[in-house]
């Protein structure tokens, strides 16, 4: 995983070379260049906590944003502080593929991998 540089991401969050370029990918597909990818936290799932990662066209009021390679990451100001520090990433292989969130701020999860806490 290559990451951007970490000091320069105004949100705390980084995202990986491979999921900028699905991201950017996915919105070139869509000939959408007004969206930007946003990640909250939101109540739910057996452990407390559960992300929502989608592409938005709103902009928040307290809005925190990172530009990673022409992609646009945001995060509400209520979520910031629980994904402070994590990494976006992107995978792909024969055994799963999709966007992943490493978060050190996650205590525990539960089984299913579906929420956080």
Do not use: H, W
């Not at 990451?3 to 959408?32: F, W």
């Not at 925190?64 to 509400?76: K, R, Y």
Request: proline share 3%; glycine share 10%; aromatic share 6%.
């Amino acid at each position: 995983m290559t990451v951007q540089n970490e000091t320069s991401t105004a949100t705390g969050i980084i995202l990986s070379d491979a999921a900028a370029a699905k991201a950017k990918a996915l919105l070139e597909q869509e000939g959408r260049d007004d969206l930007a990818l946003r990640i909250a936290v939101q109540p739910g799932g057996c452990a407390g906590l559960r992300y929502q990662l989608f592409f938005d066209d709103r902009t928040l009021d307290g809005d925190i944003t990172s530009d990673f390679g022409g992609v646009t990451l945001a995060v509400d100001r209520m979520s910031a502080p629980y994904v402070q520090g994590a990494t976006i990433d992107f995978v792909d292989t024969i055994e799963k593929q999709g966007f992943t969130i490493d978060n050190p701020n996650a205590t525990g999860s539960c089984a299913c991998g579906d929420s956080f806490n």
